[in-house]
């Protein structure tokens, strides 16, 4: 083992990924970070089968035999690194040295008719043997460690670990207002996808424009998903539908003006292993109804969030109304993504121990 371990990340979603969100922007950020930590007790070196960039190291496949099954392994075996690790649910076989894998949610066991079906099976074979196979499993929050223990009760709770993801990303960038950009708004950010809960959302902003006469717009940030027929074609079918807005997938500088614009961020989804946009609203000081899963489950009160489950469109159109009417933002600290990194590193060093 060399004086500063080396962990090998595998970092495909990076180089195969347009649009990056939730797990892409996950691997990216703590790349980054273990980047800018030049003096930290680990180095962290990203692979893939191809090198976009200088940060990734490229490892070639092996005619059309999977990948992550033998090429990455082989790599493993020959290359001069004491962890592995998988941040986005799986493990590849065959690797001798300390493994830690990131189970981000587990939707397709709670949540199975909102993922694809090819989804849902890849991640039935694949989470399976990694929550089996790793020395220590990273979670999201307090929720999917409890998920973990449950449809998985032989794994050793001191095995899990919970490591929020940081919020701020942003930071560093200029906002650049959008074309076409409606004022004043509510916002969601995410993919149109079931899990999302949307339809709930269009129906508690009909009951909000109809009982309580607001102004506002709902502006939903995102890319176009998976099983959201029903979604596009509910909001074809209302009477304020002009104040719907479907931005689609916009850069990081778009995304940062509408947090820095919005009025309320609105968040009914079903379940979120952390939820990435929710707690970036919250770093930007956007007051916020969510509800209460994942990341914003574990925060300590604060009068500028609000928790309700997503079970009555009048419920949640009262409280959007209540929260435009008396805002007050967020003041409470959400964590970095320096800070994400420093546990990560903190639990590579103790897996090198093992």
């Not at 035999?65 to 004491?82: F, K, M, T």
């Not at 090819?118 to 196979?133: N, P």
């Amino acid at each position: 083992m060399t004086a500063v371990p080396r962990v090998a990340i595998d970092a495909r979603i990076l180089t195969v990924q347009k649009e990056l969100a939730g797990v892409g922007q996950y691997i990216q950020e703590l790349v980054k970070a273990s980047q800018q930590d030049t003096m930290g007790p680990v180095r962290l070196v990203p692979l893939s089968f191809t090198a976009h960039h200088a940060s990734i190291m490229a490892v070639p496949r092996i005619g059309r035999l999977p990948w992550q099954s033998v090429a990455l392994p082989i790599h493993l075996r020959q290359g001069d690194y004491s962890v592995f690790h998988g941040p986005a649910f799986s493990l590849p076989p065959f690797v001798k040295i300390p493994a830690v894998v990131t189970i981000h949610d587990l939707a397709y066991l709670r949540f199975g008719e909102t993922v694809n079906d090819d989804t849902r099976k890849y991640l039935t074979r694949v989470v399976r043997h990694a929550v089996g196979r790793a020395d220590r499993i990273i979670v999201p929050s307090a929720e999917v460690k409890s998920d973990v223990l449950r449809y998985f009760p032989a794994t050793d709770d001191s095995l899990i670990r919970v490591i929020a993801l940081g919020s701020d990303r942003l930071r560093q960038i200029v906002a650049v207002e959008p074309l076409a950009a409606p004022l004043p708004f509510l916002l969601h950010v995410g993919t149109i996808e079931p899990r999302k809960n949307l339809e709930f959302l269009l129906q508690a902003f009909s009951v909000l424009v109809d009982r309580f006469q607001v102004p506002h717009h709902l502006v939903l940030v995102g890319g176009g998903g998976w099983k959201n027929h029903t979604f596009y074609a509910r909001v074809q079918e209302m009477k304020d539908k002009h104040r719907v807005h479907l931005m689609g997938y916009q850069d990081d500088r778009a995304v940062l003006w509408y947090y820095q614009n919005a009025s309320l961020y609105v968040m009914p989804s079903h379940y979120e292993g952390f939820g990435l946009p929710v707690m970036e609203a919250i770093s930007n000081g956007v007051p916020t109804l969510a509800t209460p899963t994942g990341g914003v489950r574990d925060l300590p009160n604060d009068a500028g969030i609000r928790l309700i489950e997503p079970k009555d469109p009048e419920q949640w159109a009262q409280a959007i109304f209540d929260l435009l009417t008396h805002p007050v933002r967020p003041t409470i600290p959400v964590g970095t993504w320096q800070q994400a990194w420093q546990e990560h590193a903190s639990l590579y060093r103790e897996v090198c121990r093992l």
